[in-house]
């Protein structure tokens, strides 16, 4: 699966223009979106039904406190509301949304609000997010549509010519955890 790692949302036409460059010139199967300009910003790309759409809810930086944990008039944060906002939008099951592995508090609280979305975990290794309280998290709930990224990890495995094999192990290393791990 190719993600584009785009974070993407606009107006309508160039939400368009951006949902085809993404899949019809790049010929990603996944893309990343912001929702902050509503359901008209993000529409192009559910209109891609054979493809997944991860829209950001609460991501794996510091700042995510910035906005996403901003409390509502309901007491509700604001990165709830976008998970249940997607939730609706996910009639075509081609919605995701991106939830930072950095925040495992709120992944224990919130996992049930997920409903069928995929969930696209950044965050696990440099930016301090534990595969195994991930996966963990996940198994106890009886959910397995996680997709965990690990960058920096996998990017810096070598800056030599083996550059290839070593990414390659550590990919294979990390998918075997998860495997134990489930």
């Known amino acids: 699966m190719v993600i584009a790692d785009a974070k993407r949302g606009d107006i309508g036409n160039t939400s368009s223009m951006y949902a085809k460059s993404v899949y019809e010139h790049f010929k990603c199967d996944a893309v990343t979106i912001h929702p902050y300009m509503g359901e008209d910003s993000v529409r192009p790309f559910l ?10 809810a609460l991501t794996s930086n510091s700042g995510a406190s910035d906005f996403e944990k901003l409390k509502l008039e309901d007491g509700t944060f604001l990165f709830q509301k976008v998970i249940s906002k997607v939730n609706s939008w996910n009639s075509k099951r081609n919605c995701g949304i991106v939830f930072g592995a950095t925040k495992i508090a709120e992944l224990k609280e919130n996992i ?9 975990l950044p965050g696990v ?3 301090g997010g534990s595969l195994e309280e991930v996966v963990k998290t996940f198994k106890e709930n009886n959910r397995l549509n996680l997709v965990v990224n690990v960058s920096r990890g996998i990017l810096y495995k ?3 010519t083996d550059f290839g ?11 075997k955890t998860v495997i134990n791990l489930l």
């Open 125 to 127: 290794g440099a930016q």
């Open 112 to 120: 049930n609000s997920f409903e069928n979305l995929a969930v696209l």
């Open 158 to 160: 070598s800056t030599g």
């Open 47 to 56: 209109e891609y039904e054979d493809k997944l759409n991860f829209i950001l």
């Open 165 to 175: 094999e070593a990414a390659q192990n550590e990919i294979a290393e990390l998918n």
